[in-house]
């Protein structure tokens, strides 16, 4: 009894003295903070550091409560607004945009291009600088007024590809047969568990968004850079600008140098003496220093509900779109007072077909309430994405989405062979009934339970159909003839009937606004996003507050070995049919 008291107490004394720690160093930061709310200095060049993770929503990710990575989170959507706000910032003189590896899909790589553009039509300079320039780097760099590459970079301009992954053969060897049911010709998600290559449908509907995509992106850059455009495409098919002096020759990039050089240039443009320090402000600093952009006052309220990443069946996290988050979010604002209309911005592959259909019931709630609800759609809004938004009162969409695939599959594993032959354990049952052992996947599936998967899934794509008829004001059968699974970008979609309109976010909140019969209005987010005090104190400790040119994060093969690790586990985790484009696009 008495080590137990000696235990209990010293366990005590070292929880107190933890939380006095801490209780002194949030006083510290909290000092730290009030001091960095000082105004800024006159002249600041902005810089935009794009080698990061990019969500819609500003640190809308999945982490763990024990995270320690520091890295900036801020969304694609508050980028465009703090740099809107920059255009007529006095004390933003200049903008450097640093990027060597960005991996983002096209849609949000052609808003900060047109958020640059704009800011570039103040008057105001923009330089970039790069090790490397990715195809989304580049997109986004050619908007610079010069364009400096590193002596031993390179701009990989190569053209899209579309990657997938098939597992059917790995599964065949260790013992693992996967019974698989899908309606749609052009629904792909399940050929990577009963193929190894990709079907003749799948490969031309690839080929057919993948150009228009493609095409987009070529006008950009010949849009801010004409002189490339007699001989860029012949140039990309040729591989030229892996060497810098061919990237020059090629007029792609306006100068070789060295960080040094560059940051010389910019004294001399900047009248900045040369053992001075360059007055960089990141754009996540200037957020901090200055704020966010106001979303108005008014009374009147229009919600932007960012329904981003997969659908997934009771997932609570960050940056992930489910029923039990979005149901509970969706109904409290049918009640709160003074909202007149809501955005659904969708950034989704899809996933869980139970999960769409319960924030597709929501939202259909919202409107039986007489509230207007807008979709609008970002890099993807397929499937699932699609399911949980086609009754919008309007569908606007960027050019370069991949929506559609109004599909459904379902994939049920059986690992008889796996544990009999391989492993050497065997199963033997008794039931009292004929289908007590379905879905077990110790045991072959008969062709009765099988009938039975294949109905449940046929009964989901016919209940896609419909809510895509009643949503889009088609018949089953004009739906279906865009549908079966078949992907299209957003300007397909709007050729077809699937959107109604193309543009971004502030287009989306407009028709909102307009719908509602509103002029001043005030726009408010959700989900929430919610992180532990502890998570928000380490993220402070371990802040950099140095400005550098050259920063990385993830390698490019690590995010996409991790980008399939998380697509097989999360397809696996959940036996219900699933509405899920399985692409990964490579820009």
Known sequence: MKQFFKFFTASCLGTLTALFLLLIIGVIIGSSSMYNQKKIANSNILTIDLNRIIPEKSNNLQRDAF????????????????????????????????????????????????????????????????????????????????????????????????????FKDMLDRIGVEMNVFYAGEFKSGSEPYRRNDMSEENRFQTSVFLKDLYDQFLTSIMDMRPQTTPTLVNDINTFKFQHPEDALDGKIIDVIGYVDQFETM????????????????????????????????????????YAEGAIEYKNKNNGVTSEIKFVPMLEKLRHQKNLKAVVLRVDSPGGSAHSSEQIWRAIERLKEDSIPVVASYGSYAASGGYYISCGADSIISDPNSLTGSIGVYSIFPNMRRLFNNKLGIHFD??????????????????????????????????????????????????????????????????????????????????????????????????????????TKLIRELTKDQNVSIGTTEMTKLEKEILTNYYNVKNIMADPKPQMRLPIRLDY
């Not at 640059?116 to 039509?121: A, I, P, R, V, Y």
């Not at 790069?130 to 364009?147: F, N, V």
């Not at 004001?473 to 003839?481: F, I, L, P």
């Open 67 to 166: 995270d320690l990575d520091n890295t900036p989170s801020l969304g694609v959507q508050d980028i465009k607004r703090l740099l809107k706000k920059a255009e007529t910032d006095e004390k933003i003189s200049t903008l450097v945009v640093h990027s060597s590896g960005m991996s983002v899909g096209i849609a949000k790589a052609n808003i900060i291009y047109e958020a640059l553009k704009e800011f570039k039509s103040s008057g105001k300079s923009i330089y970039a600088y790069g090790d490397y320039y990715s195809q989304s780097d580049y997109l986004i760099a050619c908007m610079a007024d010069s364009i400096y590459l590193n002596p031993t970079g390179n701009i990989d301009l190569r053209g899209f590809r579309a990657s997938y992954m098939f």
């Open 266 to 305: 910019l004294k001399q443009k900047l009248n900045v003496k040369d053992k001075k320090k360059l007055p960089y402000l990141t754009i996540d600093a200037y957020r901090d220093k200055t704020g966010m952009p106001s979303k108005g006052r008014a009374k009147d309220k229009i919600a932007v509900v």
């Open 429 to 534: 049952t008794v039931k009292s009934a004929k289908y007590a052992i379905t879905m077990s996947p110790y045991f072959d599936l008969r062709e009765d339970e099988k009938a039975i998967f294949k109905k449940n899934t046929e009964e989901i794509y016919e209940l896609f159909l419909k809510r895509v008829s009643d949503g889009r004001n088609m018949t089953r059968d004009e739906v279906h003839e865009v549908a079966r699974g078949r992907v299209w970008t957003g300007r397909q979609a709007l050729e077809i009937g699937l959107v109604d309109k193309l543009g971004g976010l502030e287009e989306a909140i407009e028709t909102a606004a307009r719908m509602a019969n509103i002029d001043d209005y005030k726009i408010i987010e959700y989900p929430k996003i919610v992180e532990s005090e502890f």
